[in-house]
């Protein structure tokens, strides 16, 4: 399954993005409200200065305390970013975030992100494949 397909199944919201310069306290009050793991830190919707994830947040209070709610989020994000493109395979993208031990991954189309995705939306279509595939092998052996 196609990347493009994984973000066609998903409910068009786009992508939650937080300045860069906004606090971790800001940050942590998003992925509240939104109920998600991980936010985009990006000047202008589009471009990709970090990713900043509940494990982030939560790795810092662990080791200074509550203080660190009023550092700004280009503290602690993740900027060496691993993207994908619409034409990838779920396979490859399954590979990137098993290897690099991260669960959200930015869309890109060139320098503009067009989505993002998270492993569990990368598992549901690999399950939704295996099925289909499992029906239609189903449907062959019964003559159907």
Request: aromatic share 2%.
């Given at each position: ?12 919201e ?68 691993v ?23 930015p ?38």
């Open positions: 399954m196609l990347v493009q397909q994984i973000l066609s199944s998903k409910p068009d786009g992508v939650v993005t937080i300045a860069p310069g906004s606090t971790i306290a800001e940050a942590a009050e998003t992925l509240s409200a939104r109920r998600i793991g991980a936010v985009v830190v990006s000047p202008d919707g589009k471009a990709v200065a970090g990713i900043l994830s509940e494990r982030d947040i939560v790795r810092e209070l662990g080791k200074r305390g509550p203080a660190c709610m009023a550092d700004k989020v280009d503290d602690i994000m993740t900027a060496k970013i993207s994908c493109a619409r034409d990838e395979t779920s396979d490859q993208v399954l590979e990137k975030m098993t290897s690099g031990r991260f669960r959200h991954m869309v890109m189309d060139g320098a503009d992100m067009v989505g993002l995705i998270s492993i569990g939306d990368v598992v549901k279509a690999q399950i939704s494949q295996l099925s289909m595939e499992k029906e239609a092998l189903e449907g062959m052996i019964k003559g159907f």
